[in-house]
């Protein structure tokens, strides 16, 4: 069954500071993933998506096919990225994990 | 562009009522919508798929009875939580598809809902 695990409910971070948000997901198959973004008060946004191998805000996520996993990294933390952060797969719907809240420490 | 508009964003409703959630696409035609829900340090979870003009897809577990889902034009889709429980409450979200492809989805900004 398609499952995305995020196995970290809240992470603190100094600011500055390395980021890196781990995902792993289950899927037959060649998954297409995403992480989406929800700052506080606001709607949930995309933040990126695996095929394009795109840089947002300074973070980058790689597909590790053998490790199945999606980790979201950003290499110096901003205190502007505190937000909940959701890792995605997408079948022919959207399979969320169960968010990870990022706490920026000052 | 691509924006969904959710209404309302809070609704409390006593034990036994019903209350209806708009999904509305404001620049765009959306063929397909889903409803999410969101319970307390939870995950997302898909309730259905709606489809314009078509019955919605129920995922496993969920009462079609009870979560009526109405797609009747490209623009709007509704959910009806009917005869709500205190149990019902819950963060609502609508997604559509904006376009195919892996980044077509946009999210509308939820619905608080509060049984009591």
């Known amino acids: 069954a398609q499952r995305v695990t995020q196995p970290e409910k809240l992470l603190s971070v100094f600011k500055g500071a390395p980021v890196e948000l781990k995902c792993n997901y289950s899927y037959s198959g060649s998954p297409e993933l995403f992480w989406y973004v929800q700052y506080s008060r606001q709607r949930l946004q995309l933040l990126l998506r695996?095929?394009s191998r795109e840089s947002i805000k300074g973070f980058t996520a790689d597909l590790n096919k053998g490790e199945t996993s999606f980790h979201l990294k950003k290499p110096f933390a901003q205190e502007e990225d505190s937000a909940m952060y959701y890792c995605?797969?997408?079948?022919?719907?959207?399979?969320f994990g169960k968010g990870t809240r990022l706490h920026i420490l000052p | 562009g691509a924006v969904v508009s959710q209404h309302p964003s809070r609704v409390i409703c006593k034990s036994g009522t019903s209350v209806k959630i708009e999904c509305r696409s404001l620049?765009?035609?959306?063929?397909?919508m889903f409803w999410y829900r969101q319970f307390p340090k939870q995950s997302l979870m898909l309730m259905a798929t709606?489809?314009?003009?078509?019955?919605?897809?129920?995922e496993q577990g969920v009462e079609k009875d009870k979560f009526l889902i109405n797609h009747a034009s490209l623009t709007l889709s509704t959910l009806t939580v009917t005869s709500a429980h205190p149990e019902d409450s819950s963060f609502y979200i609508c997604?559509?598809?904006?376009?195919?492809?892996?980044?077509?989805?946009?999210f509308g900004s939820g619905t608080r809902l509060t049984v009591v």
């Open positions: 995605a797969l997408r079948d022919d719907k959207i399979i």
């Open positions: 997604s559509a598809r904006v376009a195919p492809g892996v980044y077509g989805y946009t």
């Open positions: 695996h095929i």
């Open positions: 709606s489809n314009e003009g078509s019955k919605a897809t129920y």
């Open positions: 620049d765009f035609q959306a063929t397909t």
